[in-house]
């Protein structure tokens, strides 16, 4: 019912060079048509990537993009930007850029309806941290993180479920974990959206996600797909993932 979604978050690595050797090989594993595949670059290497990628069943993301369309922000790229060059989605809200620059839930929920609106889809990362977990005080931080949600669109939203004690520290969410927080969240965006819209939104999980785990992640009900760190940064990896969203959507 839902295509899987594997996105790579390739954070501060692979410069032009580095990006069109991966792509190129990536290309040539011959991605399954069942899976979605996007690749979230850095902003210098987006051509590259989109030029290596076009023809390709490969889609190539931002990893930020802001909520004006041109004007004095020093630093920032719009979503008419990158819609031009040939990029198709953008994540907003990454745990790194709340905790080491500062963005929040409002501006967050400004940049993905930007990016909607100037074409691209939204990847929303949300996620609670260790301290948070441990007060038990996860569902109420995610409701907090997507309470602007209603002024998405639904059809253009991936929702990225991401625990930020898992992002980075080779520590996973359990299957179970990430099952409950995935279904808590699609019954929340049942509310906002209708059940019909839920029920096809993807909700992806990240943190530590690896081929090592791939499978009991990919293979939870709610569990659509995922966003993927470090294990993105290698050609092989990225497309033993790939290959098991494929595997996990086919029932095997
Ligand atoms: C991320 O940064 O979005 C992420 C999930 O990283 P990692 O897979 O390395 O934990």
């Not at 979604?5 to 990006?19: D, F, P, Q, S």
């Not at 260790?130 to 602007?148: H, N, P, S, W, Y």
């Not at 059809?155 to 992002?167: C, G, H, M, N, T």
């Not at 709610?222 to 050609?235: M, N, Q």
């Amino acid at each position: 019912m839902r295509t899987p979604l594997i996105a790579g978050n390739w954070k501060m690595h692979h410069g032009v060079g580095e990006t069109q050797i991966f792509l190129e090989a990536l290309v040539n594993q011959d991605v399954p048509a069942t899976v979605d595949v996007v690749v979230c670059p850095p902003f210098v290497s987006l051509p590259v990537a989109v030029m290596v990628t076009t023809g390709s069943e490969i889609a190539v993301g931002a990893q930020n993009v802001h909520w004006e369309s041109s004007g004095a922000f020093t630093g920032e790229v719009s979503a008419e930007m990158l819609i031009e060059i040939g990029v198709r989605w953008a994540i907003v809200g990454h745990s790194e850029r709340r905790s080491l620059f500062g963005e929040t839930d409002e501006n967050t929920i400004r940049r993905a309806r930007s990016a909607q609106d100037g074409g691209l889809g939204a990847i929303l990362c949300i996620g609670e941290s260790l301290v948070q977990r441990e007060a038990e005080q996860t569902l109420d931080v995610l409701e907090r993180q997507i309470a602007g949600v209603d002024r998405l669109d639904p059809s253009r939203l991936v929702v990225a479920y991401e625990p930020v004690w898992a992002i980075g520290t080779g520590r996973n969410a359990t299957p179970d974990q990430a099952q409950e927080v995935h279904a808590f969240l699609r019954r929340r965006l049942a509310g906002t959206f209708g059940s019909t819209e839920a029920d096809t939104l993807r909700i992806l999980y990240g943190g530590s996600l690896k081929p090592s785990n791939a499978r009991e992640l990919l293979g939870q009900q709610d569990v659509d797909g995922g966003l993927i760190g470090g294990a993105s940064l290698d050609v092989d990896s990225f497309s033993a993932i790939i290959r098991t969203a494929a595997e996990c959507a086919a029932g095997d």
